[in-house]
């Protein structure tokens, strides 16, 4: 059976050496941030010891900064299949989408409607409910509790020509893994001449992202979700972004892409973002044999191993994931959250056990150095909706391409257990 050298990808992360109780540790805790490769703190101390300086002077610390910048943005370029002068930088995903949402609300009037979705993290709910203050009508596209998908009927008959000029959902859900079909959503904001905002931070660690293909305006995502270091990218489509009136100081430059930057850029944390999606690159360069029926045809160069190293990744987790999804199913008193079978979906498993709140599961998983998040990870809504805001949300296991199919063993047979005590000792 063909596989990913998943002991070449492990040696890259030194946080893997980590050992609790005896066991290495099994990071699971993806969705929250991953695990960082050699190269990204090499990138980031090397910029911070040769290069270190501000921008735009003539000497050479600030000239490779410079360089270091463009060249960054170029990469991510190819990880978003667009130009780099649609290439973005911020604090995080949050920060930048409430400078769009600011940026966007300064056209809007009242009545007009913004569409925003129960499956939504509130980073891609919030920044567009503060505009009600200008009278703006945000509406909520609700999701279907029984299958963790959006109800597409209701969008169709939200999506109003001539009122709605955003809508904004995320490419998948960071609580429960549905994959949504953003492509249709920006299709449709397109008809009525409305704005798309895709908000890809939890899709952008399972699969390629292709912002042509999906048609959006904006697509957001955050480098420590994909092996990198604490910063938010985004991807503006030009020329809506030469449009768009964002909020501006005179120190700032006024040109796309930078009219969306404040201030003086992470520039050590863009050089580890630069350096993350080269990782992954090169993991679709070892890998692309066993893809190479999945490549869209027309790729070349480093968006092609780009697009290879995601195709790698999903492949090396949907085993280790249905697993987790069968098993865990499978033990009496664990509830598995997420969409049907067949329906797109990202590597993240979440669920709940009867009689024990997710805090309690963790703490226990923890100290078995197993590492998993508790809760509602800021998908208020749908964890509301799930009727679990009050049981303490749900236990998500999300999957990297370190982690590996003994990690789900372990946490199958803890889970297994912690529910066998939790129903009195009966098996
Ligand atoms: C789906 C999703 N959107 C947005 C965010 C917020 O991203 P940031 O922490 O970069 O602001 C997160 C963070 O967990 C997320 O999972």
Redesign the pocket.
Known sequence: MPHIDTDFVRSQFPALARIISGQPVAYLDG??GTQVPQRVLDAMRDYLVTSNSNIHGFFATTEETDAMIAGARETLGDFFGCGPDEVAFGA????LNFLLAQAIGRDLQPGDEILITEID?E??RGPWLHLAERGVLVREVPVHTSTCTLDWDAFETMVKPGRTKVIAL?YAS?AVGTVSDVARAAARAREVGALSVV?A??YALHGPIDVKAIGCDFLLC?AY?FFGPHI?VAYARRPVLDALRTLTLSTQEPEPPFKLETGTLNHEGIAGAAAAIEFIADFGRRNEDLVADELPDGLQGRRRAIVAGMLASEWHERPIARRLIEELSAIDGVTVYGPPAGHPRTSTVSFTIDGIEAADVCRTLGERGLFLWDGH??AFKLVERLGLMDRGGLVRAGLAPYNTMDEAERLIAAVAELATSARGGRT
């Not at 995080?92 to 920060?95: A, G, H």
């Open positions: 969705p929250g995080n995903m949050t920060t993290h980073a891609n995320n960071n908000d931070v939890h955050s979700k938010g990870f800021y």
